[in-house]
């Protein structure tokens, strides 16, 4: 089989370089195309040389229609905005769309399933298989402890990071609300300050902590009477998402139009 084309928009960025690592690290896999927004120093050079890895003959460009063209897949952390936009370029190139990136609005979700008709899209906030396997036991130990444990999601990220609560603190809220058969919008505490007054049952609480170079931290507290349990996981390299998101545009190879996630990738989801 031909080797499998992958372009990675966002390049530059500090997902998009390690991406770029993974897809010459991967075999069966070529780097067919590389992008970044229009005006940035990369457009017009070489990725690779860009990079400090020598020249790998890909130039950098800046025009989505191009580079869904030259590829089977595009992998895509870059803004909510720009992978939104993307996804309808997928659609219409009927390319592989992987998208990471965190922090759409429910509109800009609503591009992701429209054009998740037409092509394969597999959209994750978190690419690890850690975090992914904290989905399914966040869900399963909701379900087993009911509502007289209060759930409590606590996140620690890099000063840099844009958008809070994360999108995994988020999507760990979704298991846990999922877990307990409610609707995480009508019980989610995102944030307290000042004179907030008693806990409510069932609320979903979430707490975001920003600082230093930290990848990602995530823990979901059960706390009741007496006991509390904790499930926590630590990203010390963002290397586990570029290879998660790898994994995904592979796993996406020939599958039916639809919007995966992570937990299809990785046959996590509970039937
Ligand atoms: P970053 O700011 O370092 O990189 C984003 C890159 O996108 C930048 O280089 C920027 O110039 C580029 N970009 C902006 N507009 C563009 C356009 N129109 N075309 C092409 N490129 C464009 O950010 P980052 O830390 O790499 O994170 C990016 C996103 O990925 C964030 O939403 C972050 O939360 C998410 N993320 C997801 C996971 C996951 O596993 N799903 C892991 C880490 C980060």
Redesign the pocket.
Known sequence: MADYRIGI????????QMLVREVLATPGCKLSAA????G?EWVGRDAGEMMGLGALGVTVG?D?VTLFAACDAVID????A?SSINAGFAAQARAVHVV????LSSEQEDELHVAARHTAIVW?????LGVNLLFALTEEVAHALGDEFDIEIVELHHG????AP???ALALGQAAAEGRGVKLERVAVRGRDGLTGARETGAIGFAALRGGDVV?DHTVIFAGAGERLELTHRATS?QI?AK??VRAALWARGKPPGLYSMRDVLGLRRE
């Open positions: 928009t966002g390049c530059a960025g500090r997902m998009g992008n970044e927004r229009g940035h800046d989505p952390f870059t803004t909510p720009v990471g990136t965190t922090g994750a906030p978190n690419m690890s840099a990071k844009a958008d994360s999108g995994t990602g963002r998402f998660g998101a």
